[in-house]
């Protein structure tokens, strides 16, 4: 055992299972403090993950308790200042886990440099994925462009490797406090109270996200193929806020999936989300530009329309198209948002409206709890049209044969806009064709803001420019 002090720096790793830093610092040292950098900045657009991450620590440190391990909360502007004064105490080995983010790798290099130089232990870990970044790469080592065959190669490379030997936790001798000046967790709170409603839904922790996993597994991956289309069933995982903040681990996710002894395609196609994930990660590491800017360099001259007027009421569903608007309501009201749906809105926003997906982007960044930089950049510049890999830009999806296709009887669009609740199936998608005499288009329901035609001819117009 080291005598010296373990410091475990706790970002997007919430769990004890597959956590090799924190399993590391509490294998090597009988005092182990977890600390939490609170960086204020990267959270003012980020409301509804405020939430997710106070709840996360509020939990993580009632778990850490038992194993007398403190949880310290620091905040601070900048990472760098943070560790250029920690660096003078010289009393610790630290640990932490990767962040696959071009800022956070980039910063991983800076402080390795300086332990190195300074002499202090440490140790940095793999973090919450299959493989490292720069192990997939085509046979000429560039980055892959296309998701099937960058998987194909990441799903290979995954399978063929000596897999971990699982270590758990170990519980250290007596806690100790290190760090001065620490925070309330509360202190993260949102100042909104509309994550009130987040509180009935979701609950932050390892143990309900491992249990969550069971049931889905159990129950829905073997129709998850084609459920996940459905957004008035629950056919998805819901699982994406607990992978998003580490709570769990992919591998995990992977592991428990091959315990179900037929592979059968639900089993297929939701490992392919966890590929999409690592797809996505790989992106923004090899071509970070896409993360501010458009993937594709021509969409730099694409003629969009600034409409605050729209976009406003495309935020509050208020587009007079029922799938749109429910998916936005629901977006709101529960911090998630049904993936099929998610594009649903992401094509009307850029296609019919013709505003910027970065606008839409920045929307979801702020009221997604799942929210990674990766996969929400990536999502909008697919569906844009921008982005590698991309969605065709004239495929421009028909909001009403969406509502029609994947939400039959309306169940999901009844669900979030009850003002629809009582019109006859046949108009639930389309209920300025409904004339009951009492049912009010443009009082009880908007009218839709644009005409899908006219929108659709506008688009393949503005593509035709670039």
């Avoid at 959270?43 to 850490?64: I, P, V």
């Avoid at 510049?381 to 028909?398: E, K, L, M």
Wanted: some cysteine; proline content about 4%.
């Amino acid at each position: 055992m080291e005598k010296k002090i373990g410091l475990f720096w706790l970002r997007d790793d919430f769990r004890f299972t597959r956590n090799n830093g924190l399993i590391e610092a509490t294998t090597n040292h009988d005092q182990v403090v977890v600390f939490y950098l609170y960086k204020k900045d990267i959270y003012k657009d980020q409301e509804a993950q405020k939430w997710w991450l106070s709840r996360s620590l509020l939990n993580f440190k009632k778990q850490l308790i038992d194993l007398n391990i403190n949880l310290e909360v620091i905040e601070t502007n900048s990472f760098k200042i943070f560790f250029d004064t920690l660096i003078k105490k010289k009393d610790f080995t630290i640990y932490w886990n990767k962040v696959y983010e071009p800022d956070y790798l980039k910063f991983d290099e800076y402080l390795l440099n300086i332990f190195k130089d300074k002499k202090i232990h440490h140790k940095r870990f793999k973090g919450n994925s299959l493989n490292e970044i720069d192990e997939i790469k085509k046979g000429d080592g560039t980055p892959f462009k296309v998701f099937t065959p960058f998987w194909r190669a990441a799903e290979k490379y995954y399978i063929e490797k000596i897999p971990s030997r699982k270590k758990i936790i170990k519980k250290c001798k007596k806690k100790i406090n290190y760090f001065k000046n620490c925070i309330e967790v509360e202190k993260i709170f949102p100042n909104k109270d509309w994550f009130k409603n987040f509180e009935k839904i979701w609950a932050p922790e390892e143990q309900i996200a491992l249990k969550e996993l069971q049931k889905f597994i159990k129950e829905r991956i073997i129709d998850y193929s084609e459920g996940r289309n459905f957004p008035s069933i629950a056919g998805t995982s819901k699982l994406s806020p607990f992978i998003k903040f580490g709570q769990l681990h992919v591998e995990t996710i992977w592991n428990e999936c091959l315990k179900k002894k037929s592979k059968n395609i639900g089993i297929s196609k939701f490992l392919a989300e966890i590929g999409w994930r690592e797809f996505n990660h790989s992106l923004i590491n090899h071509f970070p530009h896409m993360l501010k800017n458009n993937y594709s360099k021509k969409f730099d001259k694409f003629p969009w329309e600034k409409n605050s007027k729209f976009l406003k009421a495309w935020k509050k569903g208020l587009t007079g198209y029922p799938i749109v608007d429910a998916g936005m309501r629901e977006l709101y009201s529960t911090g998630w948002m049904h993936n099929r749906v998610r594009m649903i809105v992401g094509s009307f926003l850029v296609k019919h409206l013709l505003i910027d997906w970065k606008d839409g982007e920045k929307y979801f960044r702020n009221c997604l709890l799942d929210y990674s930089p990766a996969s929400n950049v990536a999502g909008w510049q697919w569906v844009a049209g921008s982005g590698a890999d991309a969605a065709p830009y004239f495929r421009i999806f028909n909001p009403i044969l969406q509502g029609e296709k994947f939400d039959k009887d309306g169940e999901y669009v009844k669900k979030w806009v009850p003002e629809l609740k009582y019109l006859p199936k046949k108009f639930i998608h389309k209920p300025w064709e409904f004339n009951d005499g009492k049912f009010k288009l443009g009082i009880d329901y908007p009218n839709p803001i644009v005409k899908h035609e006219e929108a659709r001819v506008k688009a393949l117009n503005a593509f035709k420019k670039i």
